[in-house]
């Protein structure tokens, strides 16, 4: 069975806020399920069945389907971190084509920044966790783990501070036009290398924004999607994976992208070449070069000169990229930064993104992420979606 | 040479209790398989390579060569997050200690040392350059 063809996303919706000290996090996912609904012309009736992750309050997806007062034949919770949500696109789409559900809503929201998190201190992922006791005492932090896979990468390619540079600096082009965005300001390279290190070799603009917020998706069956007066958005193909230690045979130099992409590639039918627009987590520039590598739009250790010179700015460079700022300057809600991926690439198919940011006749276009920690061990999810 | 942060105690469990028992005689155990010959990290009761059971605890050295590192500079007290690949094989996330963060390098030859950790709790394998 492939999921190509069998499902459309007709809802997309990124919550406007970026700092909700005066609003809960149920609040939060059921106002970005709202508007997604809204977006689609659906309603919560129509919605019969729910995807959400671990930022959703209470036991899986039950505590969140309750406040919603949802009906539903079909629920899924799984969570591979940050990048869950583009996965669940891609489970929705099974469960449409098994019949399970035909209306598939999921949501994202959390409020780290107004809870104080920073990704720069060491924090507990499960007591119970196999890998706590040997990795929680030296202190790692989530920004030590991706720095870990850039130090590496440098070692390992010549990769330099300045090429990962360019990954915020061409966020921040992007940004500029995004009047949600926390940060709007363009950036040069010298201003990301200039910027206090926080973990070598990653500085402070090497690291996405911590924001609040949520967004939504809605994933329907084909005939519903014909009814609705929205674009179609036909999901054509994905993939997920994840990568650890390997027991000890450590590997920084790729993710789980390379399981993940190729064969989202495989089940939509096409190639890198044909990508005309991609979302690819940002959650700290070496996240996209490694990334951008494993799915294949550049060879293994050529990400460093892939990105550089503003090839990821959209109108200058080859690839257009994160065309929302993504998680560099315009958003990261919960830590999670899959679903705004999702939701920019809708907007570039739909033609709906920023007009100076808008790839013209934007047919193809692809979502990615990785979730957990680049450096030991996390989940990936791609989706590949066309504009029919 | 600088304050070292205060570790926090690992907390183990029946499975891992030999190796933290060990870590208080000042011996470092690593797991190896009987039946794929492989040494593994982090311990486990099962191989992550082959998933026989038949594993057994060996003494290490303690020897080994950094394959990544990070120095964290936003924290009171700066520390290095590193991988240290073993002699025996395994790679393993610990700490570089009793050195001079700034010239830290990805290969650099280290050997175990040992750190106290908060509440009593076990010592942790950290590393330092030899
Ligand atoms: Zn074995």
Redesign the pocket.
Same mark, same amino acid.
Request: proline letters at 7%.
């Given at each position: 069975m492939t999921i190509k063809g069998k499902a459309y996303i007709a809802g997309a919706y990124e919550h406007p806020t970026r700092l909700a000290k005066d609003k809960s996090v149920a609040q939060l996912h059921a106002e970005s399920a709202l508007g997604a609904l809204r977006d689609a012309g659906l309603t919560k009736a129509d919605v019969d069945g729910y995807f959400c992750a671990g930022d959703a309050p209470g036991l899986g997806p039950l505590a969140m389907a309750d406040y919603m007062n949802l009906t539903l034949r079909h629920l899924d919770s799984t969570d591979l971190g940050g990048c869950s949500y583009i996965a669940h696109v891609a489970h929705a789409a099974e469960a449409i084509a098994a019949g399970r559900c035909s209306v598939a809503l999921i949501t994202l929201a959390g409020r780290p920044r107004s809870e104080g998190h920073s990704g720069a201190t060491p924090r507990i992922r499960g007591a119970d966790a196999p890998d706590t006791q040997w990795e929680f005492p030296t202190g790692v932090a989530t920004v030590n783990a991706y720095a870990m896979v850039a130090a590496r990468h440098m070692y390992q390619f010549g990769t330099t501070p300045e090429q990962l540079a360019w990954v915020k600096v061409a966020a921040s082009h992007h940004a500029q036009h995004n009047p949600h965005a926390m940060l709007r300001d363009v950036v040069t390279v010298e201003q990301v290398v200039g910027s206090p290190l926080i973990a070598t070799p990653l500085h402070r603009l090497d690291c996405c924004v911590v924001s609040d917020g949520g967004g939504a998706l809605v994933v329907v069956a084909p005939e519903i999607a014909r009814s609705l007066k929205r674009p179609l958005v036909k999901v054509l193909g994905a993939g997920e994976s994840m990568k650890g230690q390997m027991g000890g045979d450590v590997d920084l130099t790729y993710s789980a992208g390379v399981r993940s992409g190729p064969a989202a590639f495989a089940e939509a039918g096409v190639k890198p070449a044909d990508i005309q627009y991609a979302s690819v987590y940002d959650s700290f520039t070496i996240t996209v070069v490694v990334q951008l590598e494993d799915l294949g739009f550049c060879e293994k250790g050529q990400g460093g000169r892939f990105v550089a010179d503003g090839n990821l700015i959209s109108g200058v460079g080859k690839l257009p990229w994160n065309t929302d700022g993504g998680g560099l300057c315009n958003n990261h809600p919960a830590n999670r930064g899959g679903i705004t991926k999702v939701i920019e690439a809708v907007r570039q198919l739909r033609g709906e993104a920023h007009p100076a940011v808008q790839v013209k006749d934007c047919r193809l276009a692809l979502a990615h992420g990785t979730g957990g920690l680049l450096g030991s061990r996390h989940g990936a999810a791609t989706l590949i979606m066309e504009r029919e | 040479m600088a304050k070292e942060r205060s570790i926090p105690a690992p907390m183990a469990n029946p499975e891992t209790e030999p190796f933290w028992a060990a870590a208080r005689e000042g011996r470092f155990l690593i797991k190896r *398989? &009987? +039946? *794929?010959?492989?040494a593994?990290w982090y311990p486990r009761a099962c *191989?992550?390579? *082959?998933?026989?059971e +038949? &594993?057994e605890w060996v003494e290490s050295p303690g020897r080994g060569t950094i394959y990544s590192l990070s120095v964290m500079k936003r924290a009171p007290e700066v520390y290095a997050v590193a991988y240290v690949t073993l002699e025996e094989g395994p790679t393993m996330m610990t700490n570089i200690v009793e050195c001079d963060y700034d010239s830290l390098a990805i290969g650099q030859a280290v050997q175990i040392a040992w750190r106290p950790t908060a509440e009593g709790g076990p010592p942790y394998p950290v590393f330092k350059p030899r």
């Open positions: - | *398989c &009987t +039946a *794929c010959g492989k593994h *191989c992550p390579h *082959c998933m026989s +038949a &594993t």
